[in-house]
């Protein structure tokens, strides 16, 4: 990899916060991600910031439905039009031609206005996000009935389109001179393999890496989130930097992939560790009980001869999820563990 960057066990976020202060959300970000801040996605301060909606601007044929939450795709009358009109855009390769606005991130503009003002020195990276391809295909319906990840020409633009918005993100993110991580988020890669995610290993790999490789032609670090359980293998092998899982819940079911975890860190990955749970439970667990559990996965690795200089290197730490659907109290803890966890791991090094 050509970007010099060490994890380090730096923290850093999913993305969502339950704010509706967008100023207080940015302060919480800064204050408890201090070396890997990352913008606050702000659901409960308009539905426009649902992780499904807040990246469809400029999808064609899309309306907002009668409930005014969600997002379909009309294609009762004749579509050639508008999809021939997309690749046009796609096709000059100017991501402001994909900006996402302030209505629908009211807190990456409110990140960006910060690190203007900021004399911060502390910074490591920065990150963004965007939702994954295949999350938001297999969201969003088509007026048929179908999801859009059965329909190869939405699918196709639904790439296309989270690619231009992670190169958009990396564009407003990269001047600050530092690395630019950005994720594509995946919670749909649970259903993986399953009844209701029937699409190929091969088409999954292939349209995740569409959205990496545009990030990192340009200098770009990209990761990908899955909250559950997944194959891991496939996303391993996949162009991703970073694999970030929920280490609170599912711990021993991702070491259970130790010899591609070995294999993916020699090729230059990177681990999130999400590992402050994301649920009330957080208000039950303790810094030195999520430390050492944090710990034991690290020495499972370590016994599987993988080197702890380089796990050190190559690791980040994270809440296990986004934190939009919790109390403001439950956030407020989950991000404070995140960077006591963060501090107690770099003291021990």
């Not at 005014?68 to 855009?89: C, H, N, P, R």
């Not at 090729?267 to 957080?282: D, E, H, M, N, Q």
Request: charged fraction near 20%; include cysteine; hydrophobic fraction near 40%.
């Amino acid at each position: 990899m050509s970007i010099n960057f060490k994890g380090n066990f730096s923290a850093t976020a999913i993305g969502s916060l339950p704010h509706t202060d967008i100023e207080a959300a940015c302060e919480l970000m800064f204050k408890s991600l201090p070396e890997i801040p990352c913008w606050p996605q702000l659901p409960k301060l308009s539905v426009r910031e649902d992780m499904c909606i807040q990246y469809t601007e400029g999808l064609p044929c899309a309306v907002i439905n009668a409930d005014g939450k969600t997002v379909s795709i009309d294609v009762s009358q004749d579509t050639s039009g508008a999809l021939a009109g997309f690749y046009e855009v796609y096709l000059k390769n100017d991501p402001d031609l994909f900006k996402i606005s302030l209505e629908c991130a009211a807190g990456f503009y409110a990140m960006l206005d910060r690190l203007n003002k900021s004399s911060q020195t502390s910074f490591r990276a920065l990150k963004g996000q965007v939702v994954g391809p295949i999350t938001l295909a297999g969201s969003l319906k088509l007026s048929t009935g179908i999801t859009a990840l059965y329909s190869e020409e939405f699918f196709d633009v639904i790439i296309k389109l989270m690619s231009m918005k992670a190169y958009w993100q990396y564009t407003k993110l990269s001047p600050y001179g530092l690395p630019v991580i950005i994720f594509a988020d995946e919670p749909y890669l649970t259903s993986f393999g399953s009844a209701f995610m029937n699409i190929s290993r091969e088409r999954a790999i292939s349209a995740l890496n569409e959205v990496y490789e545009t990030v990192q032609a340009h200098g770009g670090l990209t990761g990908t989130h899955c909250c559950g359980n997944t194959d891991w293998t496939m996303l391993m092998e996949s162009k991703v930097d970073i694999v970030s899982f929920d280490a609170y819940e599912f711990m021993d079911k991702y070491l259970m992939y130790w010899r591609e975890i070995r294999a993916f860190l020699d090729r230059g990955g990177y681990l999130a560790w999400g590992i402050v749970p994301t649920s009330p439970k957080v208000m039950n667990v303790s810094l030195n009980d999520l430390i050492k559990k944090l710990d034991e996965g690290i020495k499972f690795l370590v016994s599987k001869e993988i080197s702890r200089t380089l796990i050190q290197e190559r690791s980040l730490v994270t809440p296990s999820c986004g934190v939009g659907t919790l109390t403001m109290e439950e956030a407020e803890r989950v991000m404070t563990l995140t960077h006591d966890i963060s501090l107690a791991m770099k003291n021990s090094l």
